[in-house]
């Protein structure tokens, strides 16, 4: 699947809608949502609040990733071999929140290509995914690590309610 990238703002009221038509021609596979991030720094929690709110809403395909059990930097690398040992057939939607230009704060992105979580705050960590959903929860500043702990957790849980009515409308 070779589309152009999509941008949404999560306060603009078609954001779940283009994010699910978007996102309806890759369900036409087997699919699995990966979702990265801690629940233990509130700008990293975007996320595990998607994993969670998808278990919850009952999405048909397999999520990875949820508050309870959350994929981060210290198990991402088991947590993907088992994905990609168990589900080798499924497409991954890789989910992350991100640090970006000020000026694009509370965007939603879907690109066709992998996250490399932790890049942001100076990580390697292995890529992840087909696809990819980033939610830019802060603008990039000198201390990185520090940024991630500035964000309200409204904010992140606005957004990943945009999210997961989007992965939730493509599916319909």
Avoid: W
């Amino acid at each position: 699947m070779n589309m152009e990238d999509v941008i949404v703002y999560y306060k603009d009221k078609i954001a779940p809608s283009a994010l699910g038509e978007y996102l309806k021609p890759f369900y036409e596979n087997k699919v699995a949502v990966v979702c990265i991030g801690t629940d233990k720094c509130i700008g990293d929690s975007l996320g595990p609040l998607v994993g969670t709110l998808l278990v919850k809403n009952k999405f048909s395909f397999p999520v990875f990733g949820t508050l309870d059990e959350p994929i981060h930097a210290l198990n991402i690398s088991e947590r993907i071999s088992f994905i990609n040992k168990y589900y080798p057939l499924h497409r991954i939607i890789a989910i992350d929140a991100c640090l970006g230009e000020k000026n694009h704060v509370g965007n939603i992105q879907i690109r066709s290509k992998p996250i490399y979580p932790g890049k942001g705050v100076g990580k390697n960590l292995p890529s992840v995914g087909d696809l990819s959903i980033i939610g830019i929860v802060d603008g990039i500043k000198t201390y990185k690590s520090l940024s991630l702990h500035s964000v309200r957790l409204s904010f992140v849980m606005s957004m990943a309610e945009v999210i997961v009515k989007g992965l939730l409308n493509a599916n319909i």
